[in-house]
């Protein structure tokens, strides 16, 4: 049975259908054009190279189109890349779809509307589970869906979702721990810090940026829409600035996205919690594709670091 991409290993071969995610056209040293190639499956993601290609290569392999390919597995500057020896666009007739080749949460849609719902449930402030209600309203079915990022973590389908309830779950948690928190508060910022990627990213199947993502970004979105929902439900006060305020200072720190740093306790906490979901998530899904003994490939968003998987793993 042919190994999917996340699981394939450097001199294995490879003779399957893929997904293109991205084409790219670069020009190599001899002049001749080549196309730069993000495939992918539902196990993961490749990168390869077609070379000295034709107009008709570069109309014919595009983004979204799922190919036949057959070739071997390399390293380049240690990172996997496929060698491709032969490629065609798949026909009718090979019974292959999109939705094949897309990588999809863990957990099932009901089961992350289930505890969305019950976090809004457990919240006692009404103000802010009202605003939390109507943006869970408005976009039910695209949170369920989309995925949290184009790349690094929860990039899948219903990413955001499991980001969000994930992130819901270590909240609950460090409540009991520090039972200071105001619980309503932190509950809400994770269910809406995210939400502007609604709009940032374009959809499911070949994430990329929409325009407005491009020029404003989802924190500086997100925060307007705060404001706007409020004044539709005609609420005022406190709780919607610093509802703001969580979104505005999720990032962290300006290098990283944040115009503000984080100026309330539960702003820093959910700044902490996004972290480590994001890192959890990155890490489980690398280390889950190597045996015990080996390193990950370098993950990017990790300082480009390898992690190994300890031998005591097996036992």
Do not use: C
Request: no cysteine.
């Amino acid at each position: 049975m042919n190994k999917g991409l996340g699981y394939i290993n450097i001199g294995d071969a490879f003779d399957g259908f893929v997904l293109i995610k991205e084409a790219n056209r670069g020009m190599a040293s001899n002049g001749k054009p080549f196309l730069t190639l993000i495939l992918r499956d539902s196990s993961g993601e490749i990168d390869a190279k077609l070379w000295d290609i034709t107009k008709e290569d570069e109309q014919l392999f595009v983004a979204e189109q799922i190919v036949k390919l057959a070739g071997e597995i390399n390293q380049f500057r240690g990172k996997a890349q496929l060698k491709i020896l032969s490629l065609r666009p798949a026909q009718s007739t090979d019974d292959v779809h999109v939705t094949d080749f897309i990588e999809k949460a863990p957990v099932e849609k009901e089961a992350l509307m289930e505890k969305l719902t019950e976090a809004i449930f457990e919240m006692k402030n009404p103000t802010m589970q009202r605003i939390v209600r109507a943006f869970v309203k408005r976009y039910q079915d695209a949170l369920l869906t989309y995925p949290a990022a184009t790349k690094n973590h929860h990039e899948y389908v219903s990413g955001l979702a499991h980001h969000v309830v994930s992130m819901i779950a270590l909240a609950k948690e460090l409540h009991k721990l520090y039972p200071q928190i105001n619980k309503d508060l932190l509950y809400a910022g994770v269910i809406l810090h995210d939400l502007g990627k609604l709009k940032e990213l374009s959809g499911v199947i070949t994430t990329s940026y929409t325009i407005e993502g491009k020029l404003l970004g989802h924190i500086p979105m997100m925060v307007e829409e705060i404001g706007h929902v409020a004044r539709e439900l005609q609420i005022e006060g406190e709780e919607v600035l610093i509802l703001q305020h969580l979104v505005l200072s999720h990032h962290g720190k300006a290098e990283w996205g944040s115009p503000k740093p984080p100026m309330v306790r539960e702003a820093e906490l959910l700044h902490l919690i996004d972290l480590i979901d994001a890192k959890m998530n990155m890490l489980n899904r690398s280390l889950e594709k190597v045996k015990p003994g080996e390193f990950t490939e370098r993950i990017f968003a990790l300082d480009n670091r390898s992690f190994y998987k300890p031998l005591f793993e097996e036992q």
